[in-house]
């Protein structure tokens, strides 16, 4: 009868590659002689591979974070169409404690990588952006839950497409996100109307914007509002993408180029 591990020994069968995420030297290091292309995908590259991606958030959905890291891998060359690889990941704690086959295939792209390096504003940006989204989120204004809109980079078209709502307290200051106080001055004006304008840098440009994007073609999920289609529409009419945290969900949602990319929950950060 066979064993657990003969059974077992498919799932690693026949790869091209193996994606150790976040993996301590001893891991890497084991894996040297595997005879298959290692990448490394983590946020930093501690263990010094050849071929590593850089995760820009720690993505607690296992399946945002194995497409980051396949179209990553294949934006970057590590590995191509049709190829199958094997991901070792954790779940639960922080040593590897899972293993996902999957093929490397055009069709599983879902933009995610695209969303951080291929956007106009620079990734840094992007991901602090993001980060005040999540923590606005998991905190709400004063315990009440908040909504917000970041259109990040083409600030210039952006302010085209939109007119103010209210003074922009921005107006004269060179401010960037992912300053703290200016985390706190984000999180202050969020309970006001309007979106946040960001530069392809990461300084805000304004706040209290009404967008004005055409619509037209633009085909955002059923059930969101206003701000969630004037996030999504304006990613079509300009090179920006849109961080939304919704007021009525609680999620934040990415949009580019008119479409949805990715959708997290900020309570699992
Ligand atoms: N075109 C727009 N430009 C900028 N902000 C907008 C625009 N439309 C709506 N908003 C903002 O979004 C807020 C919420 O609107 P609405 O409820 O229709 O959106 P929603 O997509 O359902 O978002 P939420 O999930 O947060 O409720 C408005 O009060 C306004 O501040
Ligand atoms: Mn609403």
């Given amino acids: ?14 790869v091209d590659g193996l994606f150790l995420f976040s993996p301590s030297a001893s891991v890497y290091e084991r894996f040297d002689d595997s005879g298959v292309t290692r990448v490394v995908i983590a946020a930093e590259n501690g263990v010094e591979a050849d071929a590593f991606v850089e995760l820009p958030l720690g993505f607690e959905n296992v399946r945002d974070r194995i497409k980051f890291g396949v179209e990553g891998a294949m934006e970057r060359g590590f590995v191509a169409e ?89 107006e004269k200051s060179h401010v960037h996100v992912g300053d703290p106080i200016v985390n706190v001055m984000l999180k202050e004006f969020s309970r006001l109307d309007g979106a946040f304008v960001v530069s392809d840098s990461g300084k805000i440009v304004s706040a209290y914007r009404y967008l004005e994007p055409s619509a037209e073609g633009v085909d955002i999920p059923k059930g969101l509002g206003a701000r969630h289609m004037a996030g999504g529409a304006i990613t079509r009419d300009t090179n920006a993408i849109a961080i939304v945290l919704s007021e009525s969900d609680g999620m934040v949602r990415a949009f580019k180029g008119g479409d949805l990319i990715l959708e997290i929950d900020p309570e699992e950060y």
């Fill in 1 to 14: 009868m066979a064993t657990l591990r003969d059974s077992l020994g498919s799932l690693v069968a026949d």
């Fill in 82 to 170: 049709g190829d199958m690889v094997v991901c070792s990941l954790s779940m639960f704690g922080d040593d590897a404690d899972s293993l996902v086959r999957v093929r490397v295939d055009e069709s599983m792209r879902s933009g995610i990588y695209d969303l951080f390096i291929d956007s106009r504003a620079e990734p840094g940006v992007v991901r602090d952006v993001f980060e005040v989204a999540i923590d606005l989120g998991k905190k709400g204004q004063k315990g009440k839950p908040v909504g917000a809109l970041f259109v990040v980079g083409d600030a210039g078209k952006v302010m085209n497409k939109s007119r103010p709502l209210s003074y922009n307290p921005f």
